[in-house]
Each structure stands twice: as structure tokens, then as C-alpha cells.
Nanobody, 115 residues
């Protein structure tokens, strides 16, 4: 089992920046992807960004150029730096990891961007 604890959500104004962090614990060997999904009210959960242990990244089109994902393999943490936030970024952000074909999820942290 992998446990994930997120931090860093909150309420910000449009144009502001926010950083999310997630720490993984438990059976953390062989984790391939670490990343972030989000789910806005009434919408499906969607990938925001993910990163491999080797540093390869994938971003949603909506995140490209504004968000940066980073990972510390030694500390088993993944961070999401979000800049130029927009009201449409408002969502619950979930940390996730993929380990040997199984996805593990955090409880989520709410990000609210006011206009």
C-alpha cells in the first residue's frame, strides 16, 4: 500500500500562484508515475501533470506553460507549481502514484481561484 498526503491548496485570486505538495509513504518502491489530477464540480477527473522517476513529464494542454511538476525521488515527494491561475483551475486536486500497474490516490486538496 501507498499512502499519499497532499498539502498546499487554498483560495487565491486569478493571476496568483500556488504550490501543491504530496508526500508518499508505505511501499514506495517501483513507483513509476507521480502526478496530479483534478476534478471540478460536475466534471470528470482529469490529468493535470505527471512525472516519471526519470523526470519525463506529461501535462494537460490547460496546464502547459503555467504549471510545473517536479519530483524528489529521495524524499518521495511530488510538487505542482501553478502560476497564472484562472477561475477555471478551481477544482479538487488529487495526488496520485502508479506503482506496478496500480494507482493510489490522495484525499485531495481544494484549490479555489476567484475572479
Amino acid at each position: 500500500q501507498v499512502q499519499l498526503v497532499e498539502s498546499g491548496g487554498g483560495l487565491v485570486q486569478a493571476g496568483a500562484s500556488l504550490s501543491l505538495s504530496c508526500a508518499a509513504s508505505g511501499i514506495i518502491s517501483s513507483i513509476v508515475y507521480m502526478g496530479w489530477y483534478r476534478q471540478a464540480p460536475g466534471k470528470q477527473r482529469e490529468l493535470v501533470a505527471r512525472i516519471t522517476s526519470g523526470g519525463r513529464t506529461n501535462y494537460a494542454d490547460s496546464a502547459k506553460g503555467r504549471f510545473t511538476i517536479s519530483r524528489d525521488n529521495a524524499k518521495n515527494t511530488v510538487n505542482l507549481q501553478m502560476n497564472s491561475l484562472k477561475p477555471e483551475d478551481t477544482a479538487v486536486y488529487y495526488c496520485y502514484v502508479e506503482r506496478i500497474g496500480t494507482d493510489y490516490w490522495g484525499k485531495g486538496t481544494l484549490v479555489t481561484v476567484s475572479s
